[in-house]
């Protein structure tokens, strides 16, 4: 690695969005989401399963108190991954076991929002949540509701299923936002004391155990960037390179002996060392926390043997394991990867999670390298299965995001049981909501990277921003009309990188620039309009051919954005379509395309002698798939026969 | 229906079969496979799963004499599908809770076996069973050795999901066959007395139970027919009017509390009066053996309504639910049928024993009303999924008969695990090869059907018969030539009815003949020789785009034998491949049919614009997917695009 090469991000408080495109999205993120989300953590949605998120924190603010007082406490069982309301006691934990990361989401979604705007009432909500959480952590900086409530005495003897670090991960997360945005250091110095008893509980000659759902990595290198206290990034370089050696620590922590070689720890990514893996296995966002928490380590530690295992996972993914959403994860069995190109439509995991793990990987990538895929990447999943995962009311949401979605089959099949129709209210295992809207509510952080002599363009949002070298306002018509305007005021001069998208054949800029690693990059050494246009022409798409399912298929898209037909405008059975490679692709204000196309009649007999079937010419309606499913139940597809 | 049409299958005692076709398959179930099960059944096979069978009769013969004998027996819970060597005492019932029928079976393939052949050692084996059968019945004739040996208490307790009247069935059918075959009515009488109990126990007033698996229907009916006692017929028929009427039986023997209509009976075929069902649902194997129960009734109390209830499911199932290989059960979830058009062909289940329980369906409604459609569905069946089932070594068989596999796919992918790419030595639920073995060996008695005026040859299976206008001589080269001679010589003037196969355009017959419902029908005064030739061409088969699997593909087919292609003889990736509808179909000598065709270059890149892809001219070996994964590993597809 090249460390001239490295860039860091800007920080939220340095950018402001104002997009065309986004602010709409940000708007409902603000006025609709996060209050929704708030009631649904207190279980106040009619309706929607509940999350019993707060009601822990409740009960364990209580337990604390209890033991401060040294009054006897219950014991309940902490065998499960989730705690049924019918199945155990009313004052045990409820929920699923990591259901504390709900809030912590929560919290670190409404922090980005309080970056830019004054909001007493929210803050008020996160300052009252932020002191209950507070309230319940133990006296030794111990923070999980469901051992805290449940079993003290049981503390980290499950690291493969629970989440004691997972929660961890994402408390530091919302308290570093909740600090960056408030200053408040209530919430990051209740973080600070839980690191402390894991740095101590799981230090070098320690305790050998490391997370079973990674995040906790990246939390550490986020406390490390804010208090320089090395321990922390050493804390979570220890996890990531005893992560799946020998002897395995689940097996020591299950007390298994290993007679035979049928159990691994694929599914945790702990199969084999870390540091020499190079296939994205198991569960997907497991693995793209992971693969996120190496690559920030591999730049803090210039460990080139950690960033080269990064490179081969990444590959991995972008060329045999991606769909053209941005999806990733091909099976509901373990919500995982698959195997090479087996990337089925119809039983598609694709959570909505995995795609937001893989943007933040792809982008902590390009801190170290900056190479135009990676953000390629980041915006293929960012335009497709991200913002497909909110519905337009903003209060409901997909877990899964299949390619295509016949509803008898959800109904009917119980092998495509996860494939919802439409949108759900909620979700008792509630992740991938909060989850969107804090990344969602942090865009602007991803918009540009900075080094001493470069500042990179990463997304093409508009935005105004701040900088080392001088400040930037973007007006961005990109997935409109592709144009874009940036206006330039350099304190001293700079290089302007532009990433130049992979889906962009066409692009005109009207100054002066050098190709370099899929960027223009342009000299600036004075207020400069700088006016690029890129040509967003309709394109078909074909997957690989050995890709099973998608063979004899396209798929359209129009810059990064993936369209997908629905039976609602066109007709049942979607498979009788067929888009004509040669006829035209109109473009409409409202954002559909109408394409050329045919369509057979359904064959009436189950098997017939073949014949070439008769097609009639017709319009196929297509529409992006991140607005799919807003019109009720119907079948869609992103592929369609060419 | 019209009493007139009824026919009755000649019995296994008049039809001796000398086949070039199946005389190699018969010889290998009498000197390989049978001699294997029983080997199977004592778990004598190095490296294969235990059957528990023969074990478990000794157990219960056991228990018996204690029982007679004052001593106490203990008791074992009887909770479970299948009782694991690993969980349960030593003492108790192992393997699966229907292992009984394993043994069953085998007595009913060898007693087809002894019908045409004297053999000393097998007659034997088969005696000693019987005998250890018989010392296993209960006082009360009680059979099924899970209760008796583990709570005799819990009898008939749980009919939903314990197979005990399955067992009953299965015993029934075996018992029947010895007793035809060998004149013995030793199994034949416990049968009987086992039916006492059911008749005595489920009669009209009394407990209003049903099978959960079933069977017993058409096990009674066989009772009916050897003993012309009318409860027997009369008990099948309860079964089947109570079946699915509320409320549900089910819920009354799990003392449910119906609050909710989440849970319902199609697993069992019970969610609603059966003769009002028409549409196949729920556990494949269970199902046709209830619509062919349905059928049996329906000819013997000549119930119209019945009748049109089997007549709907049987449309539902051909035109809607059965895969070109006459596969049926489209899902391994509940190893069921699917919804309509729903037939993957790579997460197929197509168990071997629906096969074989739709062809008895099939036949059973010809019975009813001859015409040609029943026996192209049994023929279907018969020469694609049933006899792929089992190896070329007559040792090794599938369970499960998919139309594609792909071995990453198996090993790697979860939702694929029953999916086997070679055939198994035994299984621990090891219905398929037994019933297999019993189905073959028997095949004789489904070639012809008779009624007062009428010979109808269903099969083309050279044989020899008896029947009782006559006499007949097949001389069969069917599948290779397609020509069949048949030597008729009448005692008096009788019709002769020869099924021409929907799959076959041209024929000629060297006699007068009059086409009623796919039959050439023919007048027979004299000796007469009857030269019947069809046309074997090479077929392309398209399947109903509503089915979305095969749209774009097509089948191979030469007459009733299903085609496919494997990677060995071709290409890795057989989606690469493309047949070329106007190109050359070559059937060689040893089976295979060399096809034109092309072949994609494997794509380097998941994703790239769409252009047209350069194919490569080449030749596509096909074998009959009866022969399929005879050579190792390999990729194998029925469908391949066109």
Chains 1, 2 share one sequence.
Not at 374 to 379: I, K
Not at 419 to 445: D, H, M, Y
Not at 563 to 580: G, R, T, V, W
Request: contains cysteine; proline residues 4%.
């Amino acid at each position: 690695m090249n460390i001239n090469n490295f860039s860091n991000p800007l920080h939220l408080n340095k950018v402001k969005v104002n997009d065309n495109y986004f602010n709409e999205y940000l708007n409902l993120i603000k006025t609709v989401v996060i209050p929704y989300q708030y009631n649904a953590l207190n279980d106040l949605i009619p309706g929607a399963p509940k999350s019993y998120c707060i009601s822990n924190f409740i009960k364990a603010s209580s337990v604390c108190s209890s033991l401060k007082a040294g009054i006897p406490v219950p014991v309940f069982p902490v065998d499960k991954w989730e705690y049924k309301e019918t199945e155990c006691s009313f004052n045990s934990f409820l929920g699923w076991c990591f259901q504390d990361t709900d809030a912590y989401k929560w919290i670190e979604a409404a922090s980005y929002v309080l970056v830019n705007e004054k909001n007493d009432a929210l803050k008020k909500q996160v300052d009252d949540l932020v002191d209950l959480i507070c309230s319940a952590q133990l006296e030794n900086g111990y923070l999980d509701t469901l051992y805290i409530i449940n079993d003290r005495s049981k503390i980290f003897s499950n690291l493969k299923d629970r989440h004691e670090l997972y929660c961890f991960g994402h408390l530091t997360e919302a308290a570093v936002a909740y600090y960056n945005s408030t200053g408040n250091n209530k919430l990051l110095n209740a973080a600070i004391r839980f690191a402390d008893l894991i740095c101590d509980y799981f230090g070098d000659n320690k305790n050998q155990g490391y997370p079973g759902h990674e995040i906790a990595e990246s939390a550490l290198v986020k406390l490390y960037y804010i208090t320089r206290n090395e321990k922390y990034i050493n804390q979570a370089e220890l996890f990531i390179k005893r992560r799946g050696t020998k002897p395995y620590y689940f097996d020591i922590e299950r007390c298994y002996n290993r007679t035979d070689n049928s159990i691994d720890y694929e599914y945790n990514q702990a199969h084999m060392p870390a540091v020499k893996q190079n296939e994205a296995v198991g569960h997907a966002v497991r693995g793209v926390y992971l693969y996120r928490g190496m690559a920030e380590i591999a730049k803090v530690k210039k460990d080139d043997c950690v960033f080269n295992a990064c490179k081969n996972i990444w590959n991995n993914i972008v060329n045999k394991k991606l769909y053209i959403t941005g999806g990733i994860g091909s099976t509901a069995v373990g919500e995982a990867f698959s195997f090479d190109y087996d990337l089925p439509n119809d039983l598609a995991y694709c959570e909505t999670c995995a795609s937001i793990g893989l943007a933040m990987f792809s982008r902590r990538m390009f801190e170290i390298n900056p190479i135009s895929s990676y953000f390629d990447v980041f915006e293929q999943a960012l335009y497709n299965t991200v913002l497909a995962s909110m519905g337009s009311d903003g209060k409901s949401f997909f877990y899964v995001n299949p390619l295509e979605v016949l509803p008898v089959a959800s109904k009917k099949d119980e092998r495509k049981n996860h494939v919802k129709t439409r949108r759900q209210k909620w979700f008792g295992c509630a992740c991938c909501p909060p989850n969107l809207a804090r990344f969602l509510s942090s865009i602007g952080e991803y918009c540009f990277s900075e080094n001493s002599s470069t500042l990179f363009v990463n997304l093409y949002i508009g935005a105004n921003a701040q900088f080392t070298n001088g400040c930037i306002d973007v007006q961005s018509n990109y997935l409109s009309s592709g144009n874009v305007i940036l206006y330039v005021k350099p304190n001293k001069p700079f290089k302007l990188a532009l990433r130049i998208p992979a889906w962009c054949d066409n692009f005109t800029i009207n100054c002066d620039y050098e190709m370099i690693n899929g960027y223009a990059v342009l000299s600036i050494n004075k207020n400069t309009n700088v006016e690029i246009s890129f040509d967003l022409k309709v394109k078909l798409i074909r997957c690989s051919n050995l890709v099973r399912a998608n063979i004899g298929k396209v798929a359209v898209a129009r810059g990064p954005v993936v369209y997908c037909a629905e039976s609602i405008d066109n007709c049942e059975n979607l498979q009788l379509l067929k888009i004509n490679p040669n006829g035209d692709f109109v473009f409409n204000e409202n954002g559909t395309i109408i394409a050329d196309g045919f369509v057979e009649q359904p064959d009436e007999s189950l098997y017939d002698e073949y014949k070439p079937v008769p097609l009639k010419k017709c319009k196929i309606t297509l529409i992006p798939y991140n607005s799919w499913g807003n019109r009720g139940e119907t079948e869609m597809s992103v592929y369609l026969r060419v």
